[in-house]
């Protein structure tokens, strides 16, 4: 089973950026399918980005053009650059790992956007 831990979350003005990191443990992290998912207070976990072991990408319409998701198999880190933040992007962000039937969920890191 692969452990996830979360990272680079925090506090940003509208306009802002931050870098969020998802450290995988072990040695198959370059098969897995990585994705970034966030929930607000009050709604469903919806998808955020996405990246599979071949390198492609899927975004959310709301992120496209802001969002960048990315992975380090060497370091065995699937990384999310979020710039001009908006409010609307407040929320708890998950890094998921799939392979095939398995998922598995990291802790989460909370993102607040605002001035």
């Known amino acids: 089973q692969v452990q996830l831990v979360e990272s680079g979350g925090g506090l940003v003005q509208p306009g802002g950026s931050l870098r969020l990191s998802c450290a995988a443990s072990?040695?198959?992290?370059?098969?897995?399918?990585m994705g970034w998912y966030r929930q607000a207070p009050g709604k469903q976990r919806e998808l955020v980005a996405d990246?599979?072991?071949?390198?492609?990408?899927n975004y959310a319409d709301s992120v496209k053009g802001r969002f960048t998701i990315s992975r380090d198999n060497a370091k065995n880190t699937v990384y999310l650059q979020m710039n001009s933040l908006k409010p609307e992007d407040t929320a708890v962000y998950y890094c998921?790992?799939?392979?095939?039937?398995?998922?598995?969920w990291g802790q989460g890191t909370q993102v607040t956007v605002s001035s």
């Open positions: 990246i599979i072991s071949g390198g492609s990408t």
């Open positions: 072990g040695s198959i992290f370059s098969l897995y399918a």
């Open positions: 998921n790992a799939g392979l095939g039937s398995f998922a598995s």
